[in-house]
């Protein structure tokens, strides 16, 4: 509960630190940093992030991801005991009549799975990165961990994404 | 600010539902390793029936065993969405476009596909508009004249859009359209009095409208494509 609370006010410490940047109009700055990304998690380029505890590491899709997908309703996950590798797909997800392949940020095998989103696929949109997690999975390979990006380079990368259109 | 941007567009004409799926899978391969830009199927299915990963069969209201009597074949896909009908007179546009490249997520992909609708069917002095909350898709009033399911994997879209330009509307009878009850499907020659002029022609204003939506500079039409679609074609 207290990493959460960390988790979260760290967000919004960075959140403000966008809004500060001086050449930014405070507009643009707000519609870039509305969404959250958190300290202490690792992201891939396709908006999956995971969390490193010891040997299990939990996978969900990020706050940015869950925006653009819009109101989900229904999720796809594997079983446990399915093996996943790096940027390929493990399940999908369904929003505004659209399937979206959610793709895992790390090798490993399946050992949980979050059976919650059967019944209530939307806690990936109103809970991300806590109670809209997907899967747990034991890693094969921890040092894929440093080829995935940190919280600052998310969310710069989600800004220039979003500008590119 | 983006560069030129030039978007495929593949004429067909009337195409096996399969056949479409078997191509689509290719290209989207293709368009993942940017081997080819984006593209555009334009077609028309036989009457097909098709479910979305949700397989929401209990929505077919006749017997599979059925179908092959009325004529019509059933399919399940990946896409999204539930189940729809597609067939003769009825427009279809199957983007394989680099969401990523564009920044388009898949709500903001969605909402322009109902737009290219939209605005078609405004040429023809048709008032429709986008659905409400979870009824995606275009309507006129409480009628459906368009319909959306769409797939996207590492970024590359496929399925897409199906316009009704004048499909025998009593295929949707053995269905619950899209998972919707209580709400009619319609047809641009049930919705307006202008004389409609051929196929191609609105298929093609079609494919313009969603060009300038997604902001496509260049057009490159490609006519009777090979559904084999090998590299040399391309050239």
């Known amino acids: 509960m207290a990493l959460t609370v960390w988790a979260s006010s760290t967000a919004n410490a960075l959140r403000i630190s966008c809004a500060s940047k001086p050449h ?7 519609s870039r940093c509305f969404s959250t990304v958190l300290d202490g998690l690792k992201y891939a380029s396709s908006h999956e992030w995971v969390k490193h505890d010891g040997s ?47 793709n895992s940020p790390i090798s490993g095998e399946v050992v949980e799975v979050n059976s919650k989103l ?35 380079e998310y969310t710069k990368f989600c800004e220039e994404e979003d500008a590119s259109h | 600010m983006r560069g030129p941007v030039k978007l495929e567009v593949w ?18 391969s293709d368009r993942k390793l940017c081997r080819i830009p984006d593209t555009l199927l334009s077609l028309q ?38 189940i729809t009908f597609h067939g003769p007179h009825q427009a279809i546009l199957y983007p394989i476009i680099s969401l990523r490249e564009i920044g388009l997520g898949a709500r903001n992909y969605v909402e322009k596909l109902e737009s290219t609708m939209i605005e078609l069917s405004s040429l023809y002095g048709v008032k429709a508009c986008a659905g409400q909350k979870g009824e995606t898709g275009v309507w006129v009033g409480e009628r459906k004249i368009g319909a959306i399911g769409v797939r996207i994997s590492h970024g590359i879209t496929s399925h897409g859009l199906a316009f009704n330009i004048d499909p025998d509307l009593k295929y949707f009878k053995h269905i619950v359209p899209c998972g919707i009850t209580d709400k ?23 494919i313009s409208c969603f060009a300038r939506l997604f902001g496509y500079n260049t057009v490159v039409w490609k006519e009777n494509p090979s559904l084999s679609s090998d590299h040399e074609e391309i050239e």
């Open chain 2, 184 to 206: 009619e499907v319609t047809s641009l020659r049930r919705e307006t009095s202008t004389v409609l002029p051929t196929e191609e022609v609105i298929h093609e204003q079609l």
């Open chain 1, 56 to 102: 299990v590491a939990t996978i969900g899709i990020t706050d940015h991801a869950q925006d653009h997908l819009g109101e989900v309703v229904f999720v796809e996950l594997p079983e446990p005991g399915v093996p996943v590798s790096q940027g390929k797909g493990f399940g999908a997800v369904e929003s505004v009549k659209a399937t979206s392949d959610v």
């Open chain 1, 24 to 30: 930014l109009p405070l507009a643009f700055s707000f």
């Open chain 2, 45 to 82: 299915h036989p009457p097909t029936y098709t479910l979305g990963k949700r397989r929401t069969d209990h929505n077919l209201l006749i017997p599979a065993s059925e179908l092959k009597s009325i004529g019509a074949e059933l399919h399940y896909t990946q896409r999204g969405g539930d």
């Open chain 1, 118 to 152: 059967t019944e209530a696929p939307g806690l990936i949109n109103s809970s991300p990165y806590e109670e809209g997690w997907m899967i747990k999975v034991k890693p094969s390979s921890p040092s894929e961990l440093e080829s995935l990006m940190g919280s600052k």
């Open chain 2, 11 to 28: 004429k067909m004409g009337f195409v096996n539902y399969l056949d479409a799926l078997k191509l689509q899978e290719k290209l989207v």
